[in-house]
């Protein structure tokens, strides 16, 4: 298993990307897909014909910016269905939203032809916090965090390594303790100022130091977030 850290940076950040890994099993899923995608791919020499796995943890902007493009690309270009994975109550807000903009098929003068529909589009597999997913060799578990809107981590694990990913969420013992840890990779969001629906570094810190949880990398960050865990890099290719 392998991870490449497309972006690192929080809604805001100028200085990084918006936060989206590639995590590679026996297939590559992107965990979200923020702006610019396919130039960061190709910044990074990711080809994005290889991609066709996309896990939304949720759907702020970050977080989802470029999933229009990408299925454009996917149905215009290369004529393939990628499959998006996500829960169901974050399904039900995007679907009407996505629907508006596939609802038809255009012609080459511009005039609108048959009905088209989501399902022409993409996959979707529900992700359920109660139920892991097989999927071909690799599970995938998700849990619930605290944010604004609904949005959740999520773990992959293949070939016996785990990787976990915090998403948005509050500082929440119970997440790291009962889901994040035991992974052999964990990501972890963290801001440099106190929010209560983000992770106050310092207290991140504590916490980890405290209980000597030593494979912990922080993402999701903002511009002037110092600490003493370390930050994934964006572009370099981690074994996990």
């Not at 497309?6 to 992107?30: H, M, P, Q, R, W």
């Not at 088209?116 to 965090?145: A, C, M, R, V, W």
């Not at 570094?201 to 977030?225: F, G, Q, R, S």
């Amino acid at each position: 298993m392998r991870l490449l850290p497309l972006g690192i940076g929080n809604a805001f950040s100028i200085k990084y990307n918006n936060t989206s890994f590639l995590v590679e099993t026996d297939k590559k899923y992107l965990i979200d897909v923020p702006k610019n995608l396919r130039k960061t791919l190709d910044k990074y020499s990711v080809d994005i014909k290889d991609i066709n796995d996309v896990i939304i943890t949720h759907y702020h902007a970050d977080h989802l910016g470029d999933l229009e493009q990408f299925l454009q690309y996917k149905r215009w270009v290369e004529n393939e269905k990628p499959t998006i994975y996500t829960k169901q109550e974050i399904f039900d807000v995007i679907e009407p939203f996505y629907s508006k903009i596939f609802d038809n098929k255009v012609s080459d003068n511009g005039k609108r032809l048959e009905k088209q529909y989501l399902s022409e589009i993409f996959d979707y597999i529900e992700l359920n916090p109660e139920h892991p997913l097989l999927n071909g060799g690799t599970k995938i578990e998700i849990k619930d965090t605290f944010h604004t809107v609904p949005t959740f981590s999520v773990k992959l694990t293949y070939s016996k390594r785990s990787l976990a990913n915090s998403s948005d969420t509050n500082f929440n013992p119970d997440l790291l303790n009962n889901f994040l840890s035991g992974s052999d990779f964990i990501i972890h969001e963290a801001c440099s100022y106190e929010d209560p629906v983000h992770t106050y570094v310092k207290t991140l810190e504590e916490y980890v130091e405290k209980n000597k949880i030593n494979n912990i990398h922080l993402a999701h960050i903002d511009d002037n977030l110092e600490s003493s865990l370390p930050i994934l890099k964006e572009g370099k290719w981690y074994d996990v």
